[in-house]
């Protein structure tokens, strides 16, 4: 594929925690935060919300509470004039279950692991918007059933919208994995379903992830700094194409 090629077709960019990290969202690996206190396996399993819905309740309105002070930093805002000026085709896929992107003004965001500001039905699968404080036995308001509970894709179940994903990223010219560790499957593998197709890959990162071997392009350091350089760079690149 030709640059001229690139600078006008279909990017897909992937956002991990490490683009709300300047908000004050921390990421799992964070020394400080609400993750250092708590196990995966007590707060984000579906056995963990079996055994103990009130932790897991516990945790998340905090993570709820702390989204919701949150504000968009230059990345998301620098996203969301990236998808608003490309003359293709801009495909926003997240890990994070935060609303930041939507804050900066990005519509149409594919949230692969959930919102922190949905429930979701645990008998009928019913989607509704989450209070911000969630409790044992919260109701679905479209069953009655007493099975609410956060919206969020644990770790041993499926993320929402792989069809979709996957087919994007078939189609991809340029793929951008911004704020991501590598190390959480599928969306680790993403770089190498674009690198089929024939996408540019880039990564930007505050470190390199766990597969940025994979990449052909890097960006290091803040978000905040790498992703409007990056937004900049290609903008001004499709409009001399």
Not at 52 to 78: E, G, S
């Amino acid at each position: 594929m030709t640059q001229t090629e690139q600078s006008a077709g279909k990017i897909v960019i992937l956002t991990g925690a490490g683009i709300s990290a300047e908000s004050g969202l921390g990421t799992f690996r964070d020394a400080a935060g609400l993750w250092a206190q708590h196990r995966i396996e007590d707060v984000a399993t579906p056995e963990a919300f079996a055994r103990n819905p009130a932790l897991v309740h516990q945790f998340y309105n905090a993570r709820r509470i702390q989204a919701a002070a949150a504000k968009p930093n230059a990345a998301h805002k620098a996203l969301r004039h990236l998808t608003e000026n490309w003359p293709g085709d801009v495909v926003l896929v997240t890990q994070n279950v935060d609303g930041l992107h939507e804050a900066a003004g990005t519509t149409d965001v594919i949230h692969m692991h959930g919102q922190l500001d949905q429930a979701l039905c645990a008998t009928c699968g019913h989607r509704w918007s989450a209070p911000m404080e969630m409790r044992v036995g919260e109701a679905c308001p479209r069953c009655a059933q007493l099975t609410g509970r956060p919206d969020i894709v644990w770790f041993g179940e499926m993320p929402y919208h792989m069809e979709d994903i996957y087919g994007h990223l078939a189609q991809a010219d340029i793929f951008a994995a911004i704020g991501t560790s590598g190390q959480v499957y599928p969306a680790a593998g993403f770089v190498e379903e674009t690198q089929v197709a024939g996408a540019l890959t880039v990564e930007l990162n505050l470190e390199p992830s766990a597969v940025v071997s994979r990449f052909e392009e890097t960006h290091f350091g803040p978000a905040s700094a790498t992703v409007p350089a990056w937004v900049d760079a290609l903008l001004q690149e499709a409009g001399s194409s």
